[in-house]
């Protein structure tokens, strides 16, 4: 049988040259450049160069494509996670403001409410005042109508202790409207 190499030294080329590319498409232990990155305290491995603190590692192992499948869905479901709780987050912030100013809004009705009843007494006290004032006993005493010196004193005390109640009413009334900062 005759083969088709001319030499030994050929033959033994062509094997060892089979053998090299039968090693090289061999899976082996491969040198991977890893880097250790700390985000937010926490610590995580990534391909890409750190944006902040961490450092290069060199590994010698070898990963199975189920591994890098799995480390991939785990890497997936953390964006994941992450990306849901930045989400929550920032709806638990917009709640909060909206809360604060539906809270702002019923503290600004109260006041308007505070104001306009705070008017209203101020209006009463003003009215009984003006009554205090021009009852009809006192136009009595002005006027000077028949009327005991006994009764007038009398009718003259009542229409002063009417103003003075007025009057403090009144003057009540009108620090509490300015106590609300009213306007």
Do not use: H
Not at 1 to 11: D, E, I, V
Not at 84 to 91: G, H
């Amino acid at each position: 049988m005759k083969y088709a190499y001319s030499s030994p030294r050929s033959l033994l080329a062509r094997i060892s040259a089979a053998l090299v590319m039968s090693l090289a498409c061999m899976p082996s232990a491969q040198s991977a450049e890893v880097n250790k990155c700390i985000v937010n305290g926490k610590t995580i491995y990534q391909e890409a160069p750190c944006a902040g603190e961490g450092k290069a590692l060199k590994l010698n192992s070898e990963i199975s494509r189920e591994q890098m499948w799995e480390a991939n869905r785990r890497a997936s479901d953390q964006r994941r996670q992450s990306s849901d709780l930045e989400l929550k987050r920032r709806n638990d912030q917009f709640q909060e403001q909206v809360r604060a100013r539906n809270d702002q809004l019923e503290k600004e009705r109260r006041e308007a409410r505070d104001c306009t009843r705070l008017a209203k007494e101020v209006e009463a006290a003003e009215a009984q005042m003006a009554g205090a004032r021009f009852s009809p006993q006192t136009r009595a005493i002005r006027c000077g109508t028949l009327m005991s010196e006994k009764d007038a004193k009398a009718e003259s005390d009542a229409v002063d202790r009417a103003v003075d109640a007025a009057s403090s009413r009144l003057i009540t009334a009108r620090m509490n409207q300015q106590n609300a900062d009213c306007k």
